[in-house]
């Protein structure tokens, strides 16, 4: 049985919660009869609890071997970044005392990615992918322009020209980043592997074409977020657009950063509720209770090539349309036809509006469009083929 190892700082399972893909990637892999070992940190701060316990913790999840390592816990930026130091470390020295004769290896970025066991795989002649989930460093230029935060974009930007030297391959998750990586980094497209978010998918979800009834007692249109609470996601945009539609509803579960705006806006909106933080085995459950979901993203240049939010793949899942607040070219719910995209107030303004006038049978036939879409383009079962197609 072929052995390979995923490193990520943060690597998630159903039950301990984000980051899912790198779940997803191991759990396809074993199904194809690999053997996969998740190396990560005890500690990343949205787990839905710590795994820090003793110098590595073992677990066994649905045949995927996890060692999460030991770690400190943080609250602030500079105890983040000596949590990421702390991994980058210990990961150096598990992937030398267990993991050096494995024939390949997955980095998956953080920011400030490990590159020790890079090196180690490298020397002893393994096959090395780097799995960029974010452009790295580019996605800074979105939070400012500070000294700080341009002296830690070049650290990162001369890191990641490290990685992307030495890597044999390169995964990337946006439909349009095989192209910038092209352009940017000189990257050969036959080196790139494009391997997008999405669900394991044994089938279709075979979502019916009748409208719904979930407003039987309700003729407001209920529209559902469930997702972290950040200006990122451009939540309290759209709650101040939202407010004005009287025959709208938006209901809105999770937790973050903007969570005392989203509990203001709530108490002063009518047709605005917020009900707090959901776990994970209950998100299905959730959005098969509303007629729309929402699913948004401040403007950015990296979005151009394309956006990859695990949400809106559970949107899809259950045959929800979405409404889409961003500009991308690459956006799955307008290539798809699952929704409306708009990238600006007021092209979002007139979606809402046109709301008041929406056919029930046109919502479910945008519902069907999107688990569809889903299936064909953004199954792990499906896509984790092309990753072996490219290991040696």
Same mark, same amino acid.
């Given at each position: 049985?072929?052995?390979?190892?995923?490193?990520?700082?943060?690597? *998630?399972?159903? &039950?301990?919660?984000?980051? $899912?893909?790198?779940?997803?990637?191991? /759990?396809?892999?074993?199904?194809?009869?690999?053997?996969?070992?998740?190396?990560?940190?005890?500690?990343?701060?949205?787990?839905?609890?710590?795994?820090?316990?003793?110098?590595?913790?073992?677990?066994?999840?649905?045949? @995927?071997?996890?060692?999460?390592?030991?770690?400190?816990?943080?609250?602030?930026?500079?105890?983040?970044?000596?949590?990421?130091?702390?991994?980058?470390?210990?990961?150096? @020295?598990?992937?030398?005392?267990?993991?050096?004769?494995?024939?390949?290896? $997955?980095?998956?970025?953080?920011?400030?990615?490990?590159?020790?066991?890079?090196?180690?795989?490298?020397?002893?002649? *393994?096959?090395?992918?780097?799995?960029?989930?974010? &452009?790295?460093?580019?996605?800074?230029?979105? %939070?400012?322009?500070?000294?700080?935060?341009?002296?830690?974009?070049?650290?990162?930007?001369?890191?990641?020209?490290?990685?992307?030297?030495?890597?044999?391959?390169?995964?990337?998750?946006?439909?349009?980043?095989?192209?910038?990586?092209?352009?940017?980094?000189?990257?050969? /497209?036959?080196?790139?592997?494009?391997?997008?978010?999405?669900?394991? %998918?044994?089938?279709?979800?075979?979502?019916?074409? &009748?409208?719904?009834?979930?407003?039987?007692?309700?003729?407001? !249109?209920?529209?559902?977020?469930?997702?972290?609470?950040?200006?990122?996601?451009? %939540?309290?945009?759209?709650?101040? !657009?939202?407010?004005?539609? *009287?025959?709208?509803?938006?209901?809105?579960?999770?937790?973050?950063?903007?969570?005392?705006?989203?509990?203001?806006?709530?108490?002063?909106?009518?047709?605005?509720?917020?009900?707090?933080?959901?776990?994970?085995?209950?998100?299905?459950?959730?959005?098969?209770?509303?007629?729309?979901?929402?699913? *948004?993203?401040?403007?950015?240049?990296?979005?151009?090539?394309?956006?990859?939010?695990? /949400?809106?793949?559970?949107?899809?899942?259950?045959?929800?349309?979405?409404?889409?607040?961003?500009?991308?070219?690459?956006?799955?719910?307008?290539?798809?036809?699952?929704?409306?995209?708009?990238?600006?107030?007021?092209?979002?303004?007139?979606? %809402?509006?046109?709301?008041?006038?929406?056919?029930?049978?046109?919502?479910?036939?945008?519902?069907?469009?999107?688990? &569809?879409?889903?299936?064909?383009?953004?199954?792990?079962? /499906?896509?984790?083929?092309?990753? $072996?197609?490219?290991?040696?």
């Amino acid at each position: 049985m072929e052995e390979i190892v995923l490193y990520s700082h943060s690597a *998630g399972s159903p &039950q301990v919660g984000p980051n $899912i893909r790198v779940y997803n990637l191991a /759990k396809s892999l074993t199904e194809q009869g690999y053997q996969v070992s998740i190396v990560a940190s005890g500690f990343f701060h949205k787990y839905n609890h710590s795994q820090v316990s003793g110098y590595i913790n073992r677990k066994e999840v649905d045949g @995927i071997h996890y060692l999460y390592l030991w770690n400190i816990e943080y609250e602030n930026k500079l105890l983040h970044l000596l949590n990421l130091f702390i991994y980058s470390l210990l990961s150096t @020295i598990i992937s030398f005392s267990y993991f050096r004769r494995v024939s390949t290896a $997955i980095i998956s970025t953080p920011p400030l990615l490990p590159l020790g066991p890079a090196i180690v795989h490298k020397v002893y002649g *393994g096959q090395l992918f780097f799995d960029i989930r974010d &452009q790295w460093p580019e996605i800074l230029g979105d %939070l400012g322009s500070s000294l700080a935060l341009k002296v830690y974009s070049l650290i990162l930007r001369l890191k990641k020209k490290m990685f992307l030297a030495i890597a044999d391959k390169v995964m990337v998750v946006k439909k349009g980043e095989p192209l910038y990586l092209q352009e940017n980094y000189s990257i050969e /497209k036959s080196d790139i592997v494009y391997i997008p978010n999405g669900l394991l %998918l044994n089938e279709d979800p075979g979502i019916s074409l &009748q409208p719904n009834c979930r407003n039987n007692s309700n003729q407001r !249109l209920r529209i559902v977020y469930v997702g972290s609470l950040n200006h990122y996601y451009k %939540l309290t945009e759209f709650c101040e !657009l939202v407010g004005k539609y *009287g025959f709208l509803e938006f209901h809105i579960y999770g937790s973050g950063v903007q969570q005392k705006k989203v509990e203001r806006f709530a108490e002063v909106n009518k047709n605005i509720y917020y009900y707090g933080r959901i776990s994970p085995e209950k998100v299905k459950e959730v959005l098969k209770r509303y007629d729309l979901a929402y699913n *948004g993203l401040k403007d950015s240049k990296m979005n151009q090539y394309g956006i990859s939010t695990n /949400k809106l793949f559970e949107y899809f899942y259950v045959g929800l349309p979405v409404i889409s607040f961003c500009k991308s070219n690459y956006d799955p719910v307008r290539i798809s036809g699952a929704g409306f995209a708009g990238g600006s107030i007021t092209e979002m303004n007139k979606i %809402l509006h046109n709301l008041q006038n929406i056919n029930k049978v046109n919502l479910a036939k945008m519902g069907k469009k999107g688990s &569809q879409y889903l299936y064909e383009n953004h199954n792990f079962y /499906k896509n984790i083929n092309k990753f $072996i197609a490219h290991s040696n």
